[in-house]
């Protein structure tokens, strides 16, 4: 059990630290917003970790081969919203974002859960780790492991979003936040655009 709680743990974390859409997700929103909003923003992302977690943990030799079998069509609905995203990000002119209202920080958490919770990457990662735990059955020692997985990725996201944060407020001026967030959006439309181009 102590080694699967560890292996679990150390999942979680390199699952978070990949750099992909959901990490430059993070990082431009906590440089752009501050560390409220990038915090908001990884819990969001980790608590969708939670959930394939609890499945994997639980019922995940059933549930994530069947949901491998739609990967095609998983890849390509995610692929569409990374880029939509992207485009929305990279469209929005800096005289938009300063008009638009000023949401509560914790209005991210959802935006990010549900890309994240979409996200083909995470089905199929998933879907390659679950047999290398003792899942046993148990109920108890599958949500140990499931919260060991979801604090580690909050661990990482959390500290994607301290270096997002430092950054920001390092830069002066809002040019600077709009390079970064301009970086980030590019980053984000190249894993959609990939993601389209890939699907099959």
Same mark, same amino acid.
């Given at each position: 059990?102590? $080694? %699967? &709680?560890w292996k679990a743990l150390a999942f979680g974390m390199a699952l978070a630290g990949a750099i992909g859409p959901i990490a430059l997700l993070i990082f431009g929103t906590a440089a752009r917003r501050g560390l409220a909003a990038g915090c908001f923003a990884g @819990? $969001? /992302?980790a608590l969708a970790d939670l959930v394939y977690a609890l499945l994997a943990f639980s019922i #995940? %030799? @059933?549930l994530l081969p069947a949901l491998e079998q739609h /990967?095609? +069509? !998983? *890849? +390509?609905a995610c692929a569409l919203l990374l880029t939509g995203l992207g485009v929305r990000m990279l469209l929005q002119r800096p005289a938009d974002a300063a008009a638009a209202p000023v949401r509560p920080a914790a209005h991210l958490l959802l935006p990010v859960f549900l890309l994240t919770l979409v996200n083909p990457m995470t089905i199929v +990662?998933? %879907? $390659? &780790?679950?047999?290398?735990l003792p899942l046993a059955g148990s109920l108890p020692v599958a949500v140990t492991l499931a919260f060991a997985l979801a604090a580690g990725s909050l661990a990482v996201a959390l %500290? !994607?979003?301290a270096a997002g944060a430092a950054l920001g407020a390092a830069l002066p #001026? *809002? $040019?600077w936040q709009r390079t970064i967030n301009l970086a980030a959006a590019a980053g984000i439309l190249a894993f959609g655009v990939t993601g389209l181009l890939t699907a099959s």
């Open positions: 059990m102590t $080694g %699967a &709680f @819990l $969001g /992302a #995940g %030799a @059933l /990967a095609t +069509v !998983i *890849r +390509v +990662v998933f %879907a $390659g &780790f679950v047999p290398q %500290a !994607i979003a #001026g *809002r $040019g």
